[in-house]
């Protein structure tokens, strides 16, 4: 099922969101494995990657990209830590090959999950309405 993003506090006057990234582990599609990959949330879209080099800041071997418009947050049964987000299946039939991506925050060098969960919900709330409003204009 699907479910209305969460309050966001995000309207076209406000500007483009902020960016945001971090750690979290994704399952992958084909085989349902955890990988810990590094995000990077950004003017609507949600990149992906295998490393992210602490020292110079850089990222490399990305593994994906979501282009946010029309996405939505999905329910599973015991969410936990997780995030869900899926294509808006109230919307229109959206761009063929867009794929449902589940993530987990896990606690690692002192920082809390539920919290880091709560955050990028927002985060990517935000980017959500962003990304729908610009698909609109253009």
Known sequence: STTKAPESEWTPASGKPGMKMGWARKQGHRVKSWKKRFFILYEGNLKYYAKYHEESGKVSDEKGS?????????????????????????????????????????????????????????????????????????
Request: glycine share 6%.
């Open 66 to 138: 979501i282009d946010l418009a029309d996405f939505a947050f999905g329910v599973l049964p015991d969410m936990g830590t997780k995030l869900y987000i899926k294509p808006d299946d109230t919307k229109p039939k959206n761009k063929k090959g867009d794929k449902d991506l589940l993530l987990d925050f896990y606690t690692e060098d002192g920082y809390e999950p539920v919290a880091e969960r709560a955050e990028w919900e927002k985060a990517i709330s935000q980017h959500i309405l962003y990304a729908t409003s610009t698909a609109k204009s253009s």
